[in-house]
């Protein structure tokens, strides 16, 4: 059993910024985020060897959050009988909107480990944003779930899989309307070699089911996709 009351303050670097979202506005230095208040509380325990389950409450207040929002600016498209058109044109770029916030999260997360050979985890959170003047906390998930696993087929063989959900998703369109986007249900399967202690090989499919989600609104997700290679450590 645990619980707390701290605070948060996260500097919000460029580097940090563009990891989370590559498609921000490049002129743009986004804001501190600063909660004066976080409470959380859990309960954590072990009720057979080698699982191990985590459940916990928190309550988040922010004085100052950041919100993507898709860009849009003003354009015009010719014709003869209305010469001067105008309409709003999406820019590839994304702009921080900033607002007081409120967010209770319920996590349960578990992890399982069968005589070293079978590691399994499971991690699902549920996010109940309340914002001051905006809509929407935007972009913010309500749902989020992932869990995985990995398997030691022989001494030198591993195989894995991994599958993501994050749904209650919307979107700003700066200057127009919001727009739900939609689920992303992402599942990966992989495989690996273990050469020596030092060089693994490793195959890896991508996105199995094929679907066209958006991580960020405007922008799809790759298909199935593949990938191969090799991990050197020294």
Request: proline share 3%.
């Amino acid at each position: 059993l645990y619980a707390g009351i701290t605070g948060e303050y996260d500097v919000n670097s460029m580097q940090k910024i563009t990891d989370e979202n590559p498609y921000i506005d490049p002129t743009l230095r986004v804001d501190d985020s600063y909660a004066p208040v976080k409470v959380f509380g859990g309960l954590k325990f072990s009720p057979t060897a080698g699982l191990l389950l985590d459940g916990s409450v928190s309550y988040t207040s922010y004085n100052k959050q950041y919100f993507y929002a898709n860009q849009y600016h003003l354009g015009y498209l010719t014709d003869i009988a209305y010469p001067y058109n105008y309409v709003g044109i999406m820019k590839p770029t994304f702009a921080a909107l900033y607002d007081k916030a409120k967010v209770v999260t319920a996590s349960f997360n578990a992890g399982y480990n069968w005589k070293d050979k079978i590691f399994a985890h499971l991690n699902a959170r549920y996010n109940s944003w309340d914002t001051k003047t905006l809509t929407k906390a935007w972009m913010k998930p309500t749902t989020e779930i992932e869990f995985g696993g990995e398997a030691k087929v022989t001494r030198n063989i591993f195989v894995n899989a991994n599958y993501y959900f994050a749904g209650g998703r919307y979107a700003y369109l700066y200057g127009q309307e919001s727009a739900k986007i939609k689920n992303i249900n992402d599942l990966s399967l992989g495989a690996s070699y273990s050469y020596s202690d030092w060089l693994t090989a490793f195959v890896r499919l991508n996105n199995v089911f094929g679907t066209k989600y958006q991580t960020l609104y405007g922008y799809n997700s790759l298909g199935l996709n593949w990938q191969i290679g090799a991990a050197v450590s020294f």
